[in-house]
């Protein structure tokens, strides 16, 4: 089965491009106003209208007010949500748009409960743990830790570049993976990085 790829924190439409031409699947614009990637209302509808067919767009949010959410999804056409804080099924699900759910993975915690708390996702994002921190730390996780036992799509982040990501692949088999840090430069995504991920995915 061909592995998913997803371009995570998107900030212009140069970078949505780009990202789409090194052959990603889906692109992941970030709501969330402490990250570095955070982008506007205005910039991820720029990005949505930019971008071709059949490439998914994804909003990422975390612990946003209810009426963050709603702003967004009345200007930009979204075709998934990601939710990256403490967000219940209930929460995620009050919007009625397909939603996966990011999951921080770390030793002592158990992935299975995590997961079996959010039945309406429609997959799960493993994630690399930092206090404080809710994603794009570019740093991995053990993934020994994921178990073989999850019922959903796995969407395996946290660290993965082009050097380590044929391995992440080899040894979880995930649906899809999710890059961010691991793809860019000082001034942001770098398409040569971007390039050869999807190759290492490919391979």
């Known amino acids: ?64 007010e209810e009426s963050v959410i709603r702003e967004v999804l009345d200007h930009v056409p979204l075709d998934l949500l990601q939710f990256h804080g403490n967000e219940t099924d209930q929460e995620c699900e ?11 993975v770390r030793p002592g915690t ?19 743990y930092r206090k404080g921190i809710p994603g794009g730390t570019g740093e991995a996780f053990d993934w020994q830790l994921i178990p073989d036992s999850l019922d959903k799509p796995v969407i395996l982040a946290g660290g993965l570049n082009p050097e380590n990501v044929s391995q992440a692949i080899e040894q979880v088999a995930p649906f899809a993976v ?16 971007m390039k050869a991920f999807v190759e290492a995915v490919k391979q």
């Open 1 to 64: 089965m061909k592995t998913r790829i997803k371009v995570c924190g998107v900030t212009s439409v140069e970078e949505a491009l780009e990202a789409v031409n090194a052959g990603a699947d889906a692109l992941g614009v970030v709501f969330y106003a402490p990250s570095k990637r955070f982008v506007t209302v205005r910039k991820a509808r720029e990005i949505a209208t930019a971008i071709p067919p059949f490439i998914t767009l994804v909003g990422l949010f975390v612990d946003a």
């Open 94 to 104: 009050r919007w009625r748009r397909r939603y996966i759910k990011a999951l921080r």
């Open 110 to 128: 158990s992935v299975e409960e995590s997961a079996a708390a959010y039945p309406g996702a429609c997959g799960l994002l493993l994630d690399s």
């Open 178 to 193: 999710d890059v961010s840090s691991g793809v860019e430069n000082d001034r942001g995504k770098d398409p040569e990085k």
